[in-house]
Structures are given as structure tokens and as C-alpha cells.
């Protein structure tokens, strides 16, 4: 299976702040990769799809960039309700889908 | 509103079985694809498995731990997925997510707990 590889584990940063998560695949991926956004206690939401594609509703501080291995997630300007886990995902090669093991933005 | 709602979580011993409910509404419930996910308490996420829409076969597809253990069901009618789960272990323990499915997961539910445990 592919393995995704989020990094960093961590990232502190401060309201207003940008901040930059990544992800790498285990091989590629070509651009079938998508991003959630998971707040405490909630469901998954569903941010960016096919690596770059912002979904219905999400604001345009964030963006996202990559193909085959490599992926960003760029968040600019950080505001409070931002503070989550972020997970990537791939949907090249299955079974089985398979996500990264998540990245906490934190203040 | 366009919503998922998952039932039928709880305490279970292993080797028990368990299944748990998705109630999908505002959405054509029949011309989708459908996943659950699952979540181990302050874990990442973990693709169960899915079924596909009628149209397609309603064909499904899991994730090596729970192959031949769960069997991933919808009734269209009902507008409900549904996943039986059989000889459930202790790393089963997780919250159960129902998603749906475009290979990437768009819409989520707010899951339901089960716990394996003797």
C-alpha cells in the first residue's frame, strides 16, 4: 500500500501567521490527493481534492500545491477557528485509500 | 440539509458482532458511492472500505484488516449503508465514520463509537 508521510507532526504558529503542512507519498500519487481539516471532537472535513481544488465553501487562505510525491498545504493568515489536525489522503492506488497520520497546527 | 448520520455504536466483546447504520438525507442517495472510515481515539484515519451505487454492481472493496470480516451493505430505499461487523477484535476499537465516497470523502458523518473489549 502507499504510505503517507505528513510532516511536521507539529506546527505552532500564531494567529495571522502562514502556515505551510507537508505530505509525501510513498510513490506516486499523481495528483489524487486530497486534505481534511479535523477539529476536536468533530467529523472530517474535506478541504482540497485532485492536490490543488479548493471544495465548496473553504475559504481561499487556504491552497495547496504538488504532484506524484510531494504536496503542500499552505494556510495564510491563520485564524483561530484554524487550530486542527490536518490529514492527507490518496486515492491513486487502492485497496486501500490510505491517509497520512496527520499534522496539528497549534498556537 | 445534506447530512449522514451513523447509529448503532456501543460495547462489544470480542468475537462478538456489531453492525452500525449510516442514515444519508438532502442528497440522490442511490447514485453514490459510500465509505466508512474508522478512527482510533486520538489516532489518524483508516479507510474501512466501500460499496459502490446500484448502477455500478453495488460491488465493495475493504482494507486488508477487516477483509472477511465486515460486510459493507446498503438499502437504497432506505437511503441507509449499513456495516456488519464479525469477529471483532480489540483494534477494532475505533470511532466509525460514514463518508461519501468520489475516491476522496466530501461529506462525513459524525461517527459512532465502538469499543471491543471484554
Known amino acids: 500500500e502507499i504510505v503517507m508521510t505528513q510532516s511536521p507532526a507539529t506546527l505552532s504558529v500564531s494567529p495571522g501567521e502562514r502556515a505551510t503542512l507537508a505530505c509525501r507519498a510513498s510513490?506516486?500519487?499523481?495528483?489524487?490527493l486530497a486534505w481534511y481539516q479535523q477539529k476536536l471532537g468533530q467529523a472530517p472535513r474535506l478541504l482540497i481534492y485532485?492536490?490543488?481544488t479548493r471544495a465548496t465553501g473553504v475559504p481561499a487562505r487556504f491552497s495547496a500545491s504538488g504532484s506524484g510525491t510531494d504536496f503542500s498545504l499552505i494556510i495564510s493568515g491563520l485564524q483561530s477557528e484554524d487550530f486542527a489536525v490536518y490529514y492527507c489522503?490518496?486515492?491513486?492506488?487502492?485497496?486501500?485509500?490510505?491517509f497520512g497520520q496527520g499534522t496539528r497546527v497549534e498556537i | 440539509d445534506v447530512q449522514l448520520v451513523e447509529s448503532g455504536g456501543g460495547l462489544v466483546k470480542p468475537g462478538g458482532s456489531l453492525r452500525l447504520s449510516c442514515a444519508a438525507s438532502g442528497f440522490t442517495f442511490n447514485n453514490v458511492r459510500m465509505s466508512w472510515v474508522r478512527q482510533v481515539p486520538g489516532k489518524g484515519l483508516e479507510w474501512v472500505g466501500r460499496?459502490?451505487?446500484?448502477?455500478?454492481?453495488?460491488?465493495?472493496d475493504y482494507a486488508p484488516p477487516v477483509n472477511d470480516r465486515f460486510i459493507i451493505s446498503r438499502d437504497d430505499s432506505k437511503n441507509t449503508l449499513y456495516l456488519q461487523m464479525n469477529g471483532l477484535k480489540s483494534e477494532d476499537t475505533a470511532v466509525y465514520y460514514c463518508?461519501?465516497?468520489?475516491?476522496?470523502?466530501?461529506?462525513w458523518g459524525r461517527g459512532t463509537l465502538v469499543t471491543v473489549s471484554s
Open positions: 485532485h492536490a490543488t
Open positions: 460499496i459502490r451505487s446500484k448502477t455500478e454492481g453495488e460491488t465493495t
Open positions: 489522503q490518496q486515492y491513486n492506488k487502492w485497496p486501500p485509500w490510505t
Open positions: 510513490e506516486s500519487v499523481r495528483t489524487n
Open positions: 463518508a461519501r465516497d468520489y475516491d476522496y470523502f466530501d461529506l
